[in-house]
């Protein structure tokens, strides 16, 4: 039964945890952040999941806590941010940040990033330009070893899961989409493994390229592979997943097949609306457009239309009342983090409500 | 039995029926080159079987040959460009122009159009900015009369069919991707029924949202819908539906709901590779990509590991040889365009090889 933590207890535990391995105070505070808000908005495989994960990549050298991130090289709206590997968070926030100012200079702006860990949720990053007003498109691709994808008839995965993800403003919530281009995410195979449950037809592979449910047979070894978002339209999301890839990598200056590169390419896109039309017309065509959305009746399934980030924005509400899940397993793996780093979580956990 | 024409006929027969309908010389011949183009590629759902039917939209006043286009506004990086119900490839062009001089001088470009009639294939104008140098994505929106799609959980459509389309250099032929966000255009459901056919499943629903493989349960009426790119994960393809609608209404400052409004909402996006990395590197680095994802092995079902694009640039080779087919029903509703313009075709079928 998982034990209920506050979105700041959750917040303080990754805080001091991560200033322990050596982050400075405010890069501590923003990854916990980042990741008790993805905890809160229901994204648990992207939450408090990772505080131990992140401790031991920083164990293995993966990540430098406090390592220099610098702007490379700019020219007009672009730039290429190197984060230096330090935590994926602080350089993926950098990076938006850097994407925000160019927006705000030349109204469209493009920043890639190099150097950059894991950095969670992509859609936090797109979901903090709109909470300024600006619409961010962002793509992340994944080093050579997350290639479990794979490009359209062929069988052997040559693309990460690719996640493509948005954000626009409206008078409320901002929309906020974050899609993987594959029709399934690696962890979530790795769940089904673990229950030892089959997994839903035209997810997966063998290593031959044979279609299977068996996540056994995607595991291998040898191998097998996750299909392209689409179905019988693979075709589709391979080209969107590609398209990732190249933005991730080769715009980059990276080769896809670089076995040093480590972490995530992003690719961040933002636009200020404000260049077409004043911000304020901009959000009531969205929330207008929204609403006509909403209008296609549920049908006989009941149910409801929903735009993307409602139900994560609905259940960041919820669990910052009621409180935020985190499972056994992973309270163990924070526990055995402090121990490593000989930090003392009682005095968090006595003020804890 | 389809008649074969070469690329230089199918333009020349385009320019003169686009002139006789008002359009200067220059826009007639590159409406007409651009469908000749998407039929040499052999998209011929988008090419000389558009010549009659764009002459009928003129005789019914939804497009103004020789209408002025222009910058109605721009700031930094970005502009809207009114399209003034020209034919579309002559808005959309010059939309594409002004984006990649804003590209030029900014290194990233945003570019929306209003007015803007349809536009045809869309890989044309990011495959333009791609034999520049540069990286291009393209959405394009359609009115409310074209919304045929589902959002996720609905039973009504709400979303045109709206295609992302983007554009790669390389150091050969570019990438050039092209796709719908749903799971099949409504012309394709029109080609099933008029066979007399059931569509594959997955497809359509009908009025009241209920899964079918008849189209004629698709157009009823009451109509029903066609559902987003994805299958089981259609809420990715419901997502990049909703993208390409903010991005071609809400930005251009329209309602999506305006009935109003006709043609499609075009936004561009160019990124100047240079600003990141030479443009050598760049396309080697695409190049080796592009190698990287060919190795992947095509398995027991034979085929090929193509990216997006090659298929069509090896059919414009081989019918800019062998001749492109235009079928009887098409070349029959040209001659009729012909006589209703009062053009005689034959000085340039008699000189035809």
Redesign the interface.
């Given at each position: 039964m998982p034990q209920l933590f506050s979105f700041d207890l959750i917040t303080r535990i990754g805080s001091v945890l991560f200033e322990a391995t050596g982050a400075p105070a405010d890069q501590a505070r923003l990854v916990a952040e980042e990741l008790a808000t993805s905890s809160a908005m229901g994204h648990d495989s992207h939450g408090a999941i990772r505080i131990p994960e992140y401790i031991e990549r920083v164990a293995r050298g993966a990540i430098i806590p406090g390592a220099k991130f610098q702007v490379e090289?700019t020219?007009?709206?672009?730039a290429?941010v190197d984060c230096g590997h330090n935590y994926g968070a602080v350089g993926a926030h950098f990076a938006m940040a850097t994407a925000i100012e160019l927006a705000r200079?030349?109204?469209?702006?493009?920043v890639?990033t190099r150097r950059c860990n894991h950095v969670g949720r992509v859609g936090a990053y797109v979901q903090r330009a709109a909470g300024d007003g600006l619409?961010a498109?962002a793509t992340c691709s994944s080093p050579i070893h997350g290639h479990f994808v794979?490009?359209?008839?062929?069988?052997?995965?040559?693309?990460g899961t690719n996640p493509?993800a948005?954000a626009?403003p409206t008078g409320g919530d901002p929309?906020v989409?974050d899609?993987?281009t594959c029709?399934?995410p690696e962890g979530k195979i790795r769940v089904y493994k673990n229950q030892g449950k089959a997994v839903?037809e035209?997810w997966i592979v063998d290593a031959?390229?044979?279609a299977t449910t068996d996540p056994a047979a995607f595991y291998g070894p040898p191998l097998g592979a996750i299909l392209p978002?689409?179905?019988?339209?693979g075709?589709?999301?391979?080209?969107?997943g590609?398209?990732v890839?190249?933005?991730g990598?080769?715009?980059?200056?990276?080769?896809?097949?670089d076995p040093t590169v480590a972490g995530n390419g992003l690719c961040f896109?933002v636009?200020?609306?404000e260049?077409?039309?004043p911000i304020e017309?901009?959000r009531s065509?969205?929330d207008?457009?929204v609403a006509?959305?909403?209008?296609?009746?549920?049908?006989?399934?009941g149910?409801?239309?929903?735009?993307?980030g409602e139900i994560e924005f609905r259940t960041r509400r919820r669990r910052l009342v009621e409180g935020i899940p985190v499972d056994d397993p992973t309270w163990q793996a924070i526990l055995q983090s402090a121990r490593d780093l000989q930090v003392d979580l009682e005095p968090l956990l006595t003020t804890r409500r």
């Open positions: 090289r020219t007009g709206g672009t290429i200079q030349h109204k469209v702006a493009c890639v619409i498109i794979l490009p359209w008839g062929g069988t052997q995965g040559r693309l493509i948005y626009v929309i989409a899609i993987s029709v399934a839903p035209g031959r390229g044979r978002l689409g179905g019988p339209a075709h589709k999301g391979y080209a969107l590609l398209l890839e190249i933005l990598s080769s715009l980059a200056g990276l080769a896809a097949t896109l636009v200020d609306p260049a077409f039309c017309s901009f065509l969205v207008a457009t006509y959305i909403k209008s296609s009746n549920p049908g006989d399934g149910g409801e239309v929903l735009v993307p």
